[in-house]
């Protein structure tokens, strides 16, 4: 049976299938991020990912089986109980890609003990390893996660969570060595391409890099003012697409949690094509088209696979 922060949210509460539907409009009202845990019997389950309020992931869980539920579905499934026990997560969005891994991996590759003030080392040997990959640190009243790209890039969505304090981004990252438990156990999740979870995070990795090396080289050529301005257009798409995406300092914050693999495709397709208009009025098409070469080779096997296998980059203008 599946179970997460058990030690840190444990509060269950028995609500009636009204209550439940009730508190649901709450959260959306809310604009709530977190995971929902609604407990039928001591087999079975469903758990919920919300994302400014609204469900993105909706799963059923019997047993050790656990089954993604198609979101047209989930009325039906919460109105065959009378009630159940609700347990209420509120994360902040940088968690729910980490929390989709899990569900929907939920056998680590690799489990081992570690030391808290080794976990600085830990993260810098896993920066290179060739393939993209997942850690979560798990004490016994917090939890931590980091995802690691692959081929030396830096270490990425970074999130800590315990009772009384949640961090993500770099903060996060100095959080795990502060914490007040000196042993911990890490679980290793790596990619596996064939698993629609890491055709999801490996797109979301491969074009998150791919912006950013394109916008860095953009700034080195034209200066900081264009490219804040292009940042401001990226953000202003994002902000009217309601696209959890943002764009600061020449880096991406992507903690947006599409409904499916094509959405996310199409949404990163818009966001490259606005960047080639505006770089490529500037620089030139054929410069452009080499800096985003540039990138694309940098990434790590998975990561570029990604982005060709979903055409993110094949209707661009080309050179004339």
Known sequence: MISLFDQIYPDKRLVSTNQLQVMLKLFQQDLMNGL??????????????????????AYHSLGDAVVRQPLQ????????????????????????????????????????PAI????????????SRSDPALLHFHWSRAEGFVFFPGNNFAPR?????????????????????RWSEPALTVLEYAADPQRDIWKENNLQLGFSLLVEQVMRRHEELVGHLLSRKLEDNLNRLCHTQSWNISVAGSSIDDVQLFDTLADAASAYRLIL??????????????????????GLQSLGGQLRQAIQQHDLTTSLPTPQ
């Open 36 to 57: 929902v845990e609604i407990s039928y019997s001591q087999d079975e389950l469903v758990l919920l990912l919300l994302n400014s309020g609204m469900i993105t992931c």
């Open 73 to 112: 579905d989930l009325s039906a499934l919460l109105n065959s109980h009378a009630e159940g026990r609700i347990r209420i997560c509120p994360l902040t969005p940088s968690f729910l890609r980490a929390v989709k891994t899990l569900v929907e991996q939920p056998y680590s590759t690799t489990t081992y």
């Open 116 to 127: 808290t003030s080794t976990l600085p080392a830990l993260i810098e040997k896993n920066q």
């Open 157 to 177: 969505q970074y999130a800590f969570l315990s009772e009384d304090q949640t961090s993500d981004s770099a903060a996060a990252g100095s959080m795990f060595t």
């Open 273 to 294: 094509d606005t960047m080639s208009r505006q770089v490529s009025g500037v620089i030139g098409t054929r410069l452009f088209n080499e800096t985003l070469d540039v």
